[in-house]
């Protein structure tokens, strides 16, 4: 990763295609196996893992990442031995699909209940770690949107439905499941917001959809300035929730300070210590907060 980027988003996004197509694209030119140095900024001996592309005709080859730190060694190692032979060992295996599900709770509107606004994050996490910060902490500031808005006795006038989502990590069938059951029984998601870039600081939201629509709702930036919400900006909703796109959703992502997140991403160190429990209820807050305006309002 590229640590010349501010928004370390960025950086991933650069670096993470050698994850993704490394192992199909080595088993292309005869590779029998890969080994992948983390998609991290950190220096740690923490193996950040991910998900990778299909082999489609291609033959399968084990794939296995390996920490910046263990990367650092063997990479010295083979300048200084060209002939250097590594053993690589794996016990690894994919289970069959088993039944999962969406976790959904609701408020319903008191002026306009067909019009729904939907907040969530992703309940499961990359296999070799806790996953408090992708996403434990976007599913409880999700669910703490609903808790606040009732703790102030606040009646919203349009529906407001969180949804810990399942599946993001392997497939995205949660999110996909979702939009499809919304399809199917016409209902009208008129913004949804997703949290799913860790539990630091919030910055600001990320919009994507109509353009005319995402400046009307980027007019309120002043109101939440105090709070230090001050990036406003085109970009990526969350990939729960992309898969509303197809629906007009206004799709929203909240923007944390991504400076730590990728050191615990797809990590076993990604624990719930990690996460600092002022910066999480900031985040909840300033959700709650534009989900209140996107309810009293409403998306135009």
Same mark, same amino acid.
């Given at each position: 990763?590229?640590?010349?980027?501010?928004?370390?988003?960025?950086?991933?996004?650069?670096?993470?295609?050698?994850?993704?197509?490394?192992?199909?694209?080595?088993?292309?030119?005869? +590779? !029998?196996? !890969?080994?992948?140095? $983390?998609?991290?900024?950190?220096?740690?001996?923490?193996?950040?893992?991910?998900?990778?592309?299909?082999?489609? $005709?291609?033959?399968?080859?084990?794939?296995? +990442?390996?920490?910046? !730190? @263990?990367?650092?060694?063997?990479?010295?190692?083979?300048?200084?031995?060209?002939?250097?032979?590594?053993?690589?060992?794996?016990?690894?295996?994919?289970?069959?699909?088993?039944?999962?599900?969406?976790?959904?709770?609701?408020? *319903?509107?008191?002026?306009?209940?067909?019009?729904?606004?939907?907040?969530?994050?992703?309940?499961?996490?990359?296999?070799?770690?806790?996953?408090?910060?992708?996403?434990?902490?976007?599913?409880?500031?999700?669910?703490?949107?609903?808790? =606040?808005?009732?703790?102030?006795?606040?009646?919203?006038?349009?529906?407001?439905?969180?949804?810990?989502?399942?599946?993001?990590?392997?497939?995205?069938?949660?999110?996909? *499941?979702?939009?499809? #059951?919304?399809?199917?029984?016409? #209902?009208?998601?008129?913004?949804?917001?997703?949290?799913? @870039?860790?539990?630091?600081?919030?910055?600001?939201?990320?919009?994507? @959809?109509?353009?005319? *629509?995402?400046?009307?709702?980027?007019?309120? *930036?002043?109101? =939440?300035?105090?709070?230090? =919400?001050?990036?406003?900006?085109?970009?990526?909703?969350?990939?729960?929730?992309?898969?509303?796109?197809?629906?007009?959703?206004?799709?929203?992502?909240?923007?944390?300070?991504?400076?730590?997140?990728?050191?615990?991403?797809?990590?076993?160190?990604?624990?719930?210590?990690?996460?600092?429990?002022? #910066?999480?209820?900031?985040?909840?807050?300033?959700?709650?907060? =534009?989900?209140?305006?996107? $309810?009293?309002?409403?998306?135009?």
């Amino acid at each position: 990763m590229n640590p010349e980027y501010y928004n370390t988003f960025h950086a991933y996004g650069e670096a993470v295609m050698y994850r993704w197509a490394g192992a199909n694209r080595a088993s292309k030119y005869g +590779a !029998v196996g !890969v080994i992948v140095r $983390s998609v991290t900024l950190s220096y740690d001996d923490f193996p950040h893992t991910g998900s990778m592309a299909d082999y489609d $005709s291609l033959p399968e080859i084990p794939a296995c +990442a390996v920490s910046t !730190v @263990g990367a650092k060694k063997l990479s010295e190692a083979i300048k200084t031995n060209p002939d250097l032979k590594v053993i690589y060992k794996a016990s690894c295996k994919k289970l069959p699909d088993a039944p999962s599900h969406n976790v959904i709770a609701e408020i *319903k509107g008191s002026m306009y209940p067909d019009e729904i606004i939907t907040v969530g994050g992703h309940l499961d996490a990359w296999e070799t770690g806790d996953g408090a910060h992708d996403d434990g902490t976007g599913v409880v500031q999700s669910m703490e949107v609903i808790r =606040l808005l009732k703790a102030l006795n606040i009646k919203p006038k349009r529906t407001i439905r969180c949804v810990a989502f399942m599946n993001e990590e392997n497939g995205g069938k949660g999110g996909e *499941k979702y939009a499809a #059951e919304c399809k199917a029984k016409n #209902e009208k998601v008129i913004a949804a917001l997703e949290s799913d @870039g860790g539990g630091a600081t919030p910055q600001g939201f990320s919009f994507q @959809g109509d353009t005319v *629509k995402a400046e009307n709702i980027m007019k309120w *930036k002043n109101l =939440l300035l105090p709070w230090g =919400l001050y990036d406003w900006s085109y970009g990526h909703g969350g990939s729960d929730i992309d898969h509303l796109k197809d629906q007009g959703t206004m799709m929203i992502g909240l923007i944390p300070d991504s400076q730590r997140y990728f050191d615990y991403h797809h990590a076993a160190s990604d624990t719930f210590d990690k996460v600092n429990r002022r #910066e999480l209820e900031l985040g909840a807050a300033g959700m709650a907060a =534009l989900v209140y305006l996107l $309810s009293e309002y409403g998306v135009k």
